[in-house]
């Protein structure tokens, strides 16, 4: 029996994981385009939990009292 016989369960099991390879390459793909739309457009990539720092005088006025 030689070594280079394909058995019938790899040529099944090769099908699966292509295809689970061009599923899960194609969800890449639409993660980047979305991703690069997103960047294009130009909008904010802050989170709703992000607030902006304090101008530069603030905080060591409030320290102050003044």
Request: proline residues 5%; without cysteine; hydrophobic residues 40%.
């Amino acid at each position: 029996m030689p070594l280079t016989q394909e058995h019938e369960l790899h040529r099944r099991r090769f099908g699966r994981n292509l295809g689970l390879g061009l599923v899960l390459g194609g969800f890449a793909v639409l993660v980047f385009f979305l991703t690069m739309a997103k960047m294009k457009e130009g909008a904010s990539m802050e989170g709703f939990d992000y607030q902006r720092p304090a101008p530069a005088g603030t905080a060591a006025q409030a320290e102050d009292g003044g």
